[in-house]
């Protein structure tokens, strides 16, 4: 009705077209809807005036109300400044400008009685506020409303006047256009069920709180809806696909499976893999198509599930293919394949992007004729040249890596939707899982392996080296290899590089006894693979690297991980880079090696490390600490969880509760149909229109 999500912003009074292109660029506000929906990230309280005399260097914003005395200039070039001399009678206090000498002059006349709001700072034993806001008494009515607003701004913004304050006037001058009325987004039985207030209201108060009880119930009231939508998209999503995708039927154990499991399989499952390989028959022989999330730490067997799997397609007459992200990871998935699968008449190829065109000439027809039954591959598997016979399931590794988009290339490699199984070792949270992946059914890997010894962990700082090389030679003296990992961060990708080519030239001074080799992204193909071979086969007893190794390569001799610049690392990665080592029967060692100045987060997030060896933990203590945005699997999961209020770390119950809602809803409604769930349908459409519905193919 009023296609809020339809209105350029450029036509809101005080705006126009170069604040529009700012708006749109800085802060993703293309629409009025956006508008609304940008929420301040904080909330201060201006229900009270402090007094000069009281100011402390210490104080967050207060207020003041007094007069200016005079301004001066002070400093030259850049330090230059305008000072105004404020006081109310107790004492006077600096006013200071470093930018728009001379806006401020004209506006702030001395000797008028303003209200003064910002954050004192001390400097030489003088209180001063930098930039502060400032307002004629007589406004301070529509001025101090109590809890004041802040919205997230950035410099190009403030540069073009769109301060939080100015974004809170848009706010003013959008809403009291339209008569402070707006649209529910909430069918009534869902909103009286709820018992929350209404979205009109919710938004009045986010922007402009009445008080901290309306605020609450507010900002409640968004997260509500945000994640409500999210869960009802999922949820729809995933119901849709079962009703209309049919999965293809695999009724036998055959075969392959059977004389796997009894002749060859070297040892006896674990209980969970026994327990995850169980629902993945029971949802491949269901008739409809599986997708099923196996979440497992690194170690826990995944690979060897994922074999049982795909042998269980080959029973069934259909082909099968495994997606590593790395080239080196699907080669190691190719030769562990290979090894189990040494004794029994089965044809495995592998595909890279560096098969050469001779042996591609040969694979591509055999894929094609259905004669090569099992292919794992990169991402060269998912180009139009490869075509299968009948690809019954897909399995992707490390999902992660994979983004929506490809991955739903890959279904449509056959004429009904392969059963998808996607394998993570980056236990997720349970709150991202539910959204991100809230449409597959998820199985857990919750047990390692027999006969493991836990890692141990320690923190050490870079100033005490020679400890730790002494510890590496007695390692390596004991019949071991060392990984040595440095970060490689976007945006530094140069400094980077230098560390780590500096720590092999001090690593090969260090240890001339041993053999050091070192592989990066930026090598060839080549090289890379005959660097890591040297590691393979024992020839070099210390690979350094930067997080090329993360992805899963099985090194069981290397026992010993060390990491260096560690507190520049998730805590997510950190956990699977450790789970490289501890593979065989010796003792292994994580060693993290920081800087010694360190922030108190950062402190925490280590010692986690030391503390834990619970991947699910760590995940949990992660999200906690640095919010979802950073997480692994949110970046690159293509989902863009991009979320306005809602926070995953602290509005578990929350996200909990609106799922179960959604449920409810869709129970009733599926395809949401009925008169009253209309507005669901046109809702979700403007939420997510804009992204192609990759979730009925992944
Ligand atoms: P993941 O892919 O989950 O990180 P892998 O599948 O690479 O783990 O398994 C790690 C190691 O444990 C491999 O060497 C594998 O052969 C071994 N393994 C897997 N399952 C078992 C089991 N049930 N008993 C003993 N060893 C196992
Ligand atoms: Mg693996």
């Not at 169980?278 to 269901?286: H, L, P, V």
């Not at 699968?341 to 595909?351: E, G, H, T």
């Not at 836990?454 to 019949?479: C, V, W």
């Not at 230098?498 to 592989?519: A, I, Q, R, W």
Request: proline share 4%.
């Amino acid at each position: 009705m009023l296609d809020l999500d339809k209105r350029s912003i450029m036509y809101l009074p005080g705006v126009g077209p170069k604040k529009a292109e700012i708006l749109r660029k800085e802060a993703g506000i293309s629409s009025y809807e956006d508008l609304l929906f940008y929420f301040p990230y904080k909330y201060i309280d201006r229900s009270r005036f402090y007094k000069v005399a009281e100011v402390t260097g210490n104080m967050l914003y207060i207020q003041m109300k007094g007069r200016i005395l005079y301004y001066d200039t002070v400093g030259e070039g850049r330090t230059r400044r305008l000072v105004a001399k404020f006081t109310d009678g107790t004492g006077t206090i600096d006013l200071v400008w470093f930018k728009g000498l001379n806006f401020v002059t004209d506006k702030y006349k001395p000797g008028t009685e303003y209200i003064v709001f910002g954050k004192p700072t001390e400097f030489g034993h003088i209180y001063n506020i930098p930039h502060p806001d400032i307002d004629p008494v007589e406004q301070a009515d529509q001025v101090v409303g109590g809890l004041t607003p802040f919205y997230n701004t950035t410099e190009k913004m403030k540069k073009s006047f769109l301060n939080s304050r100015a974004i809170q006037n848009l706010q003013y001058t959008l809403l009291s256009s339209l008569n402070w009325e707006l649209p529910e987004t909430l069918p009534p039985d869902v909103l009286s069920r709820i018992r929350m207030m209404p979205l009109k209201e919710a938004i009045r108060n986010v922007h402009f709180p009445e008080s901290t009880e309306k605020l609450r119930q507010a900002q409640l009231r968004l997260k509500f809806d945000e994640l409500f939508f999210i869960q009802l998209n999922i949820l729809r999503t995933a119901s849709l696909r079962k009703l209309k995708l049919k999965g293809i039927i695999f009724p036998t154990v055959g075969h392959y499976f059977n004389t796997f499991y009894k002749d060859y399989l070297p040892f006896e499952l674990t209980g969970a893999q026994k327990r995850v390989v169980k629902e993945i028959r029971a949802d491949m022989g269901s008739g409809r198509q599986m997708n099923r999330l196996l979440q497992g730490d690194v170690g826990s067997g995944k690979t060897l599930v994922a074999l049982l799997s795909m042998l269980l397609a080959v029973d069934n007459h259909c082909q099968a293919c495994m997606m590593a992200p790395t080239e080196i990871l699907a080669t190691q998935h190719y030769a562990t394949v290979m090894g189990f699968l040494k004794d029994m008449d089965i044809r495995v190829a592998l595909l890279t992007g560096s098969t050469k065109k001779k042996d591609r000439n040969k694979i591509l027809p055999a894929i094609a004729s259905g004669e090569i039954q099992i292919v794992i591959g990169t991402h060269a598997l998912i180009e139009e040249t490869v075509v299968f016979s009948s690809l019954g399931l897909a399995i992707i590794d490390e999902q992660h890596r994979f983004g929506v988009e490809q991955r739903s290339r890959l279904w449509k490699k056959n004429a009904i939707v392969p059963h998808v199984l996607v394998m993570t070792a980056t236990p997720i949270p349970r709150t991202l899982a539910m959204t991100l992946y809230g449409d597959l059914d998820v199985s857990v890997i919750d047990e390692l392996p027999p006969g493991r010894k836990p890692i141990q962990t320690m923190h050490r700082y870079d100033n005490k080296k020679a400890q730790l090389y002494d510890f590496l030679r007695k390692e390596i003296g004991l019949g071991r290899q060392v990984y040595v990992v440095y970060p490689l961060i976007e945006g530094s990708e140069k400094l980077d590089y230098k560390s780590l080519e500096d720590g092999f030239e001090t690593f090969k001074e260090v240890f001339p006894e041993f053999n050091v080799c070192m592989v990066h992204g930026k090598m060839k193909a080549a090289d890379k693979e005959s660097e890591m071979q040297k590691f393979i086969s024992g020839e070099a007893h210390i690979l350094m690297a930067t997080t090329v190794i993360e992805v899963g390569v099985n090194v069981p001799n290397a026992s010993v991980m060390v990491i260096e610049s560690a507190e520049r690392f998730g805590l997510s990665q950190l956990h699977q880079l450790r789970g490289r080592v501890g593979r065989g029967a010796e003792q292994s060692y994580c060693i993290l090696v920081s800087s010694y100045k360190l922030s108190n987060d950062t402190r925490k997030r280590l010692e986690i490390m030391v503390n834990s060896n619970n991947g699910f933990e760590i995940a949990e203590a992660d999200l906690r600490l640095r919010g979802h945005g950073d997480l692994e699997g949110t970046q690159q999961s293509g989902e863009g969880l991009d979320l306005k209020i809602a926070n995953l770390a602290a509005d578990g119950q929350i996200l909990q509760y609106a799922r179960d809602i959604a449920f409810d809803v869709l129970d009733k409604d599926p395809e949401l149909l009925s008169e009253p769930n209309r507005i669901l349908n046109e809702r979700l459409k403007i939420l997510f229109s804009r992204k192609i519905n990759w979730g009925m193919i992944s």
